[in-house]
């Protein structure tokens, strides 16, 4: 059966969910089957790079952690919706399915104050795995380490870290690498995001690989250009040339080769 | 086949919103009940033969023994972390998680925000009507 691929980060913003976005869609574009979901249920961001509005939006997350719809209700499957994005279109045929969180406030505040059955949760990150016959579950998650994060960690195949190389990050940071390597989980690796070109990228991971004793995966610069996308396609999709997105298929690659 | 009794605990288990392990506990678990309980979850129900077998492709050093796995799946039991269903040659085993806990902000904050919230949206509606 396929990898769960939990994507993390202790603090917020440092590129979670556009990580997350393209590494899907790369390994979706090389021919996996590949699933998102977004466990982020207080503050769901990912649908936004897939043109997923609240009109858009299907059935969620939050109604069948409610027992009202089946998963199969939930998933979104991209290459139906390409819209004019001039990178998701290359997502054309491709199967990538997002199965995302509600971004009605209302849907929110009530989860929220509900609670929910966890072993929902779980069943359906497996019944996603099995019945779409997935290479690879990735799940996108709300910073820090909190419940969800702990779960999700615990149930990964692999887990990536992401964070920035700043002071700030590292203590952070060192406590989830710690949690995880206290989890056993099989495979663990550190994605530099943000990182100021004027650097020495080479000596960023080699610092990073030191400090940790992690492998880095990929070092990728912060950009512009990004924040010019304006969040609203898949950055290497769109601009396959770029630095980042470069750098951001080198983590893909490094990805699948895990066996 | 689950028998009456399993159909009776796992309707018991649903309503009882402190049973079942949190990920916090799980992530304390002694490292053979929660490799077992880390399979348990991925798998979702597995008779102990299954969960050998799985068990068996775990790396050595980190490889419980039958008679490990056996006594780790009694204490996970006794906890109601691990939930056994049927009977003799058919018993499996299945994970058990504790429900989220609902949000502890004070219920007159959710009655605001949610009030807030249908202002907001039917406001909305009217500058679309309107506009
Ligand atoms: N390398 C980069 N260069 C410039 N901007 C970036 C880069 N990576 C991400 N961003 C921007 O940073 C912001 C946060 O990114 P993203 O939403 O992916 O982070 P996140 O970790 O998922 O955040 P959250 O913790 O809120 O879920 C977005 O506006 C995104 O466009
Ligand atoms: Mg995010």
């Known amino acids: ?134 290479d690879y579950l990735f799940i996108d998650t709300h910073p820090g380490v909190g419940e969800e994060t702990l779960l999700s960690m615990i149930l990964s195949d692999i887990l990536v870290i992401i964070l920035r190389p700043d002071q700030q990050d590292f203590q952070g940071t060192a406590v989830t690498v710690d949690i995880a390597r206290s989890l056993d989980i099989p495979h663990l690796r550190l ?67 895990i066996p | 086949m689950s028998g009456v009794f399993d159909r009776l605990s796992k309707k018991l288990g649903e309503k009882d919103d402190s049973s079942g392990i949190s990920p916090l506990d799980l992530a304390n678990l002694p490292q053979a009940q929660r490799q077992l309980m880390r399979i348990l979850l991925r798998e979702l129900e597995m008779s102990l033969s299954a969960l050998m077998g799985l068990v068996e492709e775990l790396p050595e050093g980190k490889r419980p023994t039958q008679a490990e796995v056996e006594e780790a799946l009694k204490s996970l039991a006794l906890e109601g972390w691990v939930i056994k269903m049927g009977e003799d040659a058919q018993i499996t085993y299945k994970a058990n998680l504790r429900r989220k806990a609902p949000s502890t902000l004070a219920q007159s904050i959710w009655s605001t925000l949610d009030a807030r919230i249908g202002e907001a949206k039917e406001s909305g509606l009217k500058k679309d009507q309107q506009g």
Do not use: C
């Open chain 1, 1 to 134: 059966m396929g990898k769960i691929v939990s994507i993390h980060s202790f603090r917020g913003g440092t590129g979670k969910s556009n990580t997350t976005a393209n590494l899907a869609s790369q390994m979706a574009l090389a021919g996996k089957r590949v699933g998102i979901v977004d466990t982020d249920i207080a503050s769901p961001g990912i649908h936004v790079l897939f043109g997923l509005d609240e009109k858009l939006m299907g059935h969620t997350l939050n109604e069948y952690l409610r027992g009202e719809v089946d998963i199969h209700d939930v998933a979104f499957r991209v290459s139906d919706h390409l819209g004019d994005a001039e990178g998701r279109k290359k997502l054309a045929g491709k199967d990538l399915w997002l199965f995302p969180s509600s971004i009605n406030g209302r849907e929110i505040s009530r989860i929220l104050h509900d609670g929910y059955d966890v072993n929902l949760l779980n069943q359906g990150f497996q019944s996603m795995r099995k019945e779409f016959d997935l």
């Open chain 1, 191 to 257: 994605v530099v995001n943000k990182a100021l070109s004027r650097y020495d990228f080479s000596q960023i991971k080699a610092t990073v690989e030191q400090t940790y004793s992690e492998e880095v995966a990929g070092v990728l610069p912060l950009t512009e250009d990004m924040v010019e996308n304006a969040s609203s396609d898949i950055f290497s999709l769109r601009y396959p040339d770029h630095p980042w997105s470069q750098a951001m298929r080198g983590v893909a690659e490094n990805l699948l080769a």
